[in-house]
């Protein structure tokens, strides 16, 4: 995207860390420091002044324009030619269980006069010398507001100059016609869009697009700022703020223990110069928000781990609140012991646990007379033992259900009882398919969870995925696969055998594909064999299995996240459509929906995301993006050409050129023949920048059958009917390798062309 662009930068891009000092003693003058200002606790490794604190960690006290004492982070670096920005207020600092610093910003803004000329006050890229904080993705969200209003941020690194490439990690556009289009708490595009941040985070610099601004009476600037999440409401009179009027946000940041570019995870910080968790009672953990480590006091131990004798006990005693014991509790070092108090015996831990032990006297009586009842007494005992601690299992399966919507999942596929009963598995059955989830059943796992291959009592061969974490989002998206899922019946879509509900994340049963995803196939090293034939046959299943989706079921759905990374694939190589946690369903009489934007750039739909309009050819164009995939055998998310084009912007380029030839995979040439440049002039159809010019997946999967039954070009009626002669014309070269059938209109407006070139991080 080629415009003149306003800089602004919020917070913090890490530089070379110091040379840490006195790295034996890393507090100097304890006594001496400042540990408190204004309300807020300054615990170590923060600090004010020589000495009271580690290299990165300053922190300032100082008077307001109130007259009161604040913590401020200390004044940084700017970029040379910009304004110095206003100091982050300091409102929080916490070690644990989290290490984050919660500080209020000011709102960025760009403004308007009635002139439309620019104005505003945009600072530079702010520098922490020893780069230790990250934006925290999990805590806040990224705001924009105004009207025609175009905002999108970087991880460039300072120093770079305005015309040098940078990656862009997120943005949104915010639209409003008048002043009554917006509307009180909803931000969803109309004079407001939110949306969520990316990890590793350390440079919040943005761009404010230059798009004709209109609304001035109304609206007369644009605001864009990272909050923390739940604490800001879009109430539409903001829209009319004031520019000079003083806004400030609150957002957390993650900090860790790092060294610029060289830092260090827990295994190798153990044994490297200065490593910082001092205490005898501390541990190491990995920082969760990139590269790093943190310090963390034991279990059984609380206080500051980067003190020497910081971690000290915490006796449990004194706090049932949070330890309960109903017994006699004895602290120890790091834990405690909670015992029934003489002549009883049981779980002290659990209310009613102790019962009274029966009379030693007695039992040597009984055993003399009444051998039999101490049988009886002492199998009873065991009965009841085992009574309870069944009824706590219950108790907590019944729990986890609730709180995996399991009520709101049996509604869903009520009116269907046998799908109901099938879906539901009970985890004692998946703990026996897997052997208890052994690691030698272990089929791989990432970030979000671990997916295990099991054999279930059927002798159906599953893939059990188990989520690390589960979140309300995650939640709502399990139950919104499992419903779609669960009354889908297609060869090409995978099919989920169940669910089980009864463990603090819910697990999902599937079929076992054996092959690994397509984006495997096509992208991992060593590069596989994939013939023409199997190129072309996956498309058309693919195809099949999105018109199925869109217009074969009695309630259309939606994909929303197409790309080859959710392309599953058996050992005939047979495409199965999978991750259905985004989709969407949309009624026969409706055209489409307005939705929070969800999918993966590269594949994504540049209407829809610039929007918020889903449709079905929002599926289409990201089908269209996988047959690109497919030719050329290039990765649309990472995919940069030398001059700085992404994957789809290439591919048009050079097939409007008659150089398509130079990014095709080289089997493609040598087997596709003719049919090469029907699918590429397919391709070019899904991705039309207008939504309304694209074919339906049904179209699609007509030609693409077509294509596979007879060996020559066979559709240009059905291509021409399509496009209607409006951006492409049909052409084809009497020379192999020399594909020319396609003339491709660059006729793209600014934020489409933002979205065709744009260099997606990594």
Excluded at 402 to 409: D, E, V, Y
Excluded at 649 to 670: H, I, N, Q, R
Aim: with cysteine; net charge positive.
């Amino acid at each position: 995207m080629s415009s003149t662009i306003s800089w602004m930068a919020l917070i913090f891009l890490p530089a070379l860390l110091l040379p840490l000092a006195n790295a034996s003693n890393p507090l100097v003058n304890s006594d001496s420091c400042q540990r408190r200002c204004g309300g807020v606790d300054i615990p170590y490794p923060f600090g004010i002044g020589a000495g009271c604190f580690r290299p990165g960690f300053e922190i300032d006290c100082r008077n307001t324009t109130d007259g009161h004492l604040a913590l401020f982070l200390p004044d940084f670096a700017v970029q040379p030619g910009l304004a110095p920005p206003e100091p982050a207020r300091v409102l929080n600092l916490t070690l644990t269980p989290r290490p984050r610093v919660l500080v209020e910003v000011r709102v960025a803004h760009q403004c308007f006069d009635d002139a439309g000329k620019e104005t505003g006050n945009f600072s530079g890229g702010i520098v922490n010398r020893a780069g230790v904080y990250r934006v925290s993705n999990t805590k806040n969200e990224l705001y924009v507001l105004g009207c025609s209003t175009f905002m999108y941020a970087s991880r460039g690194r300072l120093g770079r100059r305005d015309n040098e490439s940078l990656a862009y990690f997120s943005g949104c556009v915010a639209y409003c016609n008048n002043a009554r289009s917006a509307r009180n708490g909803s931000c969803a595009g109309i004079g407001c869009c939110r949306v969520d941040i990316p990890q590793a985070l350390t440079n919040t610099r943005m761009r404010f697009g230059e798009w004709p601004h209109g609304g001035i009476d109304f609206s007369p600037c644009n605001y864009a700022f990272i909050v923390e999440k739940k604490n800001y409401t879009f109430m539409a009179a903001d829209l009319r703020r004031a520019p000079d009027s003083p806004w400030r946000m609150p957002l957390w940041l993650d900090w860790a223990i790092r060294n610029g570019s060289n830092s260090l995870s827990c295994p190798q910080a153990r044994i490297a110069p200065g490593y910082t968790c001092v205490s005898n009672n501390s541990t190491c953990a990995n920082s969760t928000n990139g590269m790093g480590y943190f310090c963390k006091c034991g279990k059984g131990y609380e206080g500051n781990p980067y003190l020497q004798h910081g971690c000290a006990d915490i006796d449990e005693c004194k706090q049932p609140e949070t330890y309960p014991c109903f017994g006699k509790c004895t602290n120890t070092n790091g834990s405690f012991d909670c015992k029934c108090p003489r002549g009883s015996k049981g779980n002290a831990t659990l209310p009613n646990g102790c019962v009274k032990s029966t009379n030693t006297g007695l039992i040597i009586g009984l055993s003399i007379s009444s051998g039999p009842a101490i049988l009886i007494l002492f199998l009873g005992s065991k009965i009841i033992i085992r009574k309870l601690r069944h009824d706590k299992a219950k108790k907590l399966k019944q729990r986890f259900f609730n709180q995996n919507r399991g009520k709101l999942l049996q509604q869903l596929v009520s009116h269907k009882s046998d799908i109901a009963e099938r879906m539901i598995i009970p985890l004692k059955e998946l703990e026996r398919a897997t052997n208890n989830f052994h690691r030698t059943r272990k089929l791989g796992g990432g970030g979000h969870g671990t997916v295990y291959k099991g054999i279930l009592s059927d002798l159906h061969v599953v893939a059990i995925k188990k989520s690390n974490i589960m979140v309300n989002r995650e939640i709502n998206e399990f139950i919104n696969e499992v419903a779609i899922l669960s009354q889908i019946n297609h060869r090409n879509i995978v099919k989920l055998i169940g669910c089980c509900l009864e463990t603090e994340v819910p697990l999902l049963a599937y079929e076992f594909i054996s092959n690994g995803t397509l984006c495997d196939y096509l992208h991992k090293e060593p590069q596989r064999s994939l013939p023409w034939e199997d190129r072309l046959r996956i498309a058309a299943e693919i195809g099949k299995a999105l018109a199925y989706l869109h217009s074969a079921i009695s309630v259309p759905v939606i994909h929303r996240d197409i790309k080859s990374a959710n392309i599953l694939l058996d050992d005939a190589l047979t495409p199965k459509v999978s991750d259905f946690g985004a989709s969407r369903y949309i009624h026969t009489d409706q055209t489409g929906i307005t939705t929070l934007v969800q999918g993966t750039l590269g594949y994504i739909d540049p209407t829809y995301y610039y929007s918020g309009r889903l449709t079905e050819k929002s599926d289409v164009y990201s089908f269209g993006v996988i047959l690109i995939e497919l030719l050329t055998r290039k990765m649309p998310i990472t995919y940069i050409s030398p001059d700085g084009d992404g994957l789809v912007a290439l591919f048009l380029k050079l097939l409007g050129d008659c150089k398509l030839v130079e990014m095709l995979d080289p089997y493609v040439m040598d087997e596709g023949g003719s049919q090469v440049e029907e699918v590429a002039a397919l391709a070019v159809l899904c991705i039309k920048p207008i939504a309304e010019e694209r074919p339906t997946m049904r179209q699609v999967e007509m030609a693409l059958e077509g294509l596979q039954t007879r060996k020559e070009p066979v559709f240009d009626d059905f291509l021409a009917e399509i496009n209607q002669g409006k951006h492409l014309t049909r052409r084809y070269s009497s020379t192999k390798g020399n594909i020319c059938s396609v003339d491709v209109s660059r006729q793209y407006s600014q934020e489409e062309e933002f979205m065709l070139s744009a260099k997606y991080p990594r």
